[in-house]
């Protein structure tokens, strides 16, 4: 009779990454907000669509050129890349959040996916949603201003970088956070002032020297800057730097997280 060999400890019977468990988790955070798209999707482009015309009303008539573009064109593309932001942070911290307080966040825990699994599961979520709101508000902006994207590709990959990057920080929030009450505190005061005084509505150059050199240390204005420069071609900061900044904050961001998820800080009792 042959002899049964059991595997050696450590090594998992699906092979070194478990596709199922994590195509598994994908699915979930991608139909998690699916399955609420008026309050997901819809509300976003509604919510892009306000601050146009409101923009557009109020100081578009006045306004001269910015960028070599109509004031309006100008702020389209900040406004998308904001929205999307602002939706891939809520994404992951929502998901997350909500499972710590309900105390179902051992579902998610105990299956056998790595901390790389489970981070690249949720990270899912956070950047088809960002993709599906960028597709949407680009939509919008095509069919009220006429504008389309003069580098579409610049704008996917700041849109994925974007997404990648706040979803990390959705999750690192919901791990720290121990109550709703400072997750909001978090939202409105980190990630809410980072939106929306990284050049999304005004270009930099128009501000003090001092201010500046704040602005460019903030992560979020080069992701803002890069899709505006794949809509009109012209930006504060060149995109090349903007792109790598970014990847090396993003890197930095989700390293946390994976070494957070490893060790189950604030998540495993």
Known sequence: MAKIQNPEIGTRRFGQINWLGLQTLAQREIRRFIGVWTQTLLAPMVTAGLFLAIFSLAIGPSR??????????FLAPGILMMTV????????SSSIMIAKVQGNIVDTLMPPLSALETLLGYLAGSIVRGILVALSI????????????QHPVWVLVFVIIGGAFLGGLGIVAAIFAQKFDQMAAITNFLITPLSFLSG?????ENLPVAVQI???????????DGVRYGFIGNSDAP??????????????VLF???SWLRSGYRLKP
């Open 64 to 73: 001269g050129a910015v960028g070599g573009v109509s004031f309006v064109a």
């Open 85 to 92: 932001i602002q939706n891939a942070f809520a994404n992951t």
């Open 138 to 149: 680009g939509f919008l902006i095509w069919a009220t201003i006429g504008l389309l994207p």
């Open 200 to 204: 999304t509505f005004y270009s930099i």
């Open 214 to 224: 704040i602005t460019r240390f903030n992560p979020v204005f080069y992701l803002i």
């Open 239 to 252: 995109p090349v730097f903007g792109l790598f900044l970014c990847l090396i904050v993003t890197a930095a």
């Open 256 to 258: 946390l997280c994976w």
